[in-house]
């Protein structure tokens, strides 16, 4: 976890400012020393241990104690207590975007990922904390055809033209700036679609097939024509097709310039279900995520060894 203890402590006597401290570990410790009037001025030492817990929630408190020490005397406790922590999801998120979206300069952020991976409802969530746009290439394939939904134009004119529709739109907002874009599960297939793509930072969001079949079935299957013809109950049918596609495509995914896996974000949260994960904490992933990727490519820019 990564507290940032902010602010002042009030012993009973005397305040202590302890600056900024971000402990990486659980465990922190921050040294202080003040001067002290008495009747002549004391360098003494003031140590403070930091000790940070958080539930499930995110929320949690920071224990700390503080003690005192002058010269060769034995250290004396000052004061002890403990301090809620609440390390509020929306918080973290827009400190994550301050510090990684000047970075970004910019370029469009590409969201792939199976259907129902969150592409949509993630994509959303970052473009707010970025003020970026949002847009989805199934809307806008929508927009261009008449205005019928992507079910329809399966049904009238063929997977084939659908693919087409797709490039086209990825093609016009390859020349865009500032825009979080939800491609289509199957944008990752066509070469094509990645040199419009790499024209700005591609994140794909790994989500395991039950989660991705769970929420599927939630919502039903009849707006995503490649699940609709399996026959069973809505998970079963969903898990089915979903496997097979994540086979054909697995390998296309992980082209992408980062990934957000939700086990790893479940693993890092102490959660066992990865259906506990917020769009909120898969945000703030990626855009973790965005920030090593940002910073590997400034090293590989960087490096002599590979100029
Ligand atoms: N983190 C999440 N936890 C639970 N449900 C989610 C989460 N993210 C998305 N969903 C739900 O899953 C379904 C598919 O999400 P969506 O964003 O439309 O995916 P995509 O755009 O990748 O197809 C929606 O019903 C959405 O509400
Ligand atoms: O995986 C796919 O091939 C598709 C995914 C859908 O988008 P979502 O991933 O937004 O559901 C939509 O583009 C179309 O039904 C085809």
């Not at 250290?75 to 400190?95: M, R, T, W, Y």
């Not at 026959?231 to 495509?249: C, H, P, Q, V």
Request: aromatic fraction near 8%.
């Amino acid at each position: 976890m990564d507290v940032k203890f902010v602010g002042r402590m009030q012993l009973s006597s005397t305040w202590i400012d302890c600056g900024r401290v971000t402990p990486k570990l659980p465990t922190g410790s921050l040294r202080l020393s003040r001067k002290l009037k008495e009747k002549q001025r004391l360098q003494v030492g003031f140590s403070a241990d930091i000790q940070s817990t958080t539930n499930k929630n995110r929320h949690g408190s920071v224990s700390f104690k503080v003690s005192c020490s002058y010269q060769n005397f034995p250290a004396s406790v000052l004061e002890s207590g403990s301090l809620p922590v609440s390390s509020d999801e929306s918080l973290i998120l827009k400190h994550k975007s301050q510090e990684v979206g000047p970075y970004i300069n910019g370029r469009c952020i590409y969201l792939v990922g199976m259907m129902g991976s969150g592409k949509t409802t993630v994509g959303k969530v970052l473009s707010q904390v970025l003020a970026y746009s949002f847009c989805d290439c199934d809307t806008l394939i929508e927009e261009e055809v008449q205005g019928i939904s992507v079910a329809e134009i399966f049904k009238l004119y063929g997977e084939g033209y659908f693919r087409n529709k797709e490039t086209e739109v990825l093609k016009k907002l390859s020349m865009m700036h500032h825009v979080v874009v939800s491609t289509g599960g199957g944008a990752v297939v066509r070469p094509i679609n990645w040199q419009h793509m790499r024209k700005g930072i591609s994140v794909w969001l790994d989500v395991p097939l039950e989660a991705l079949a769970q929420r599927i079935a939630a919502v039903g299957t009849e707006s995503r024509p490649l699940l609709n013809h399996e026959s069973g109950d809505a998970y079963t049918k969903a898990f089915r097709r979903l496997s097979a596609l994540l086979e054909e495509r697995g390998e296309f995914y992980a082209n992408a310039n980062t990934r957000v896996s939700l086990e790893n974000i479940a693993a890092k949260l102490g959660y066992r279900d990865v259906s506990s994960i917020s769009p909120t904490a898969i945000a703030i992933e990626a855009l973790e995520q965005i920030g090593n990727f940002l910073e590997e490519e400034e090293g590989i820019a960087y490096n002599p060894n590979l100029a």
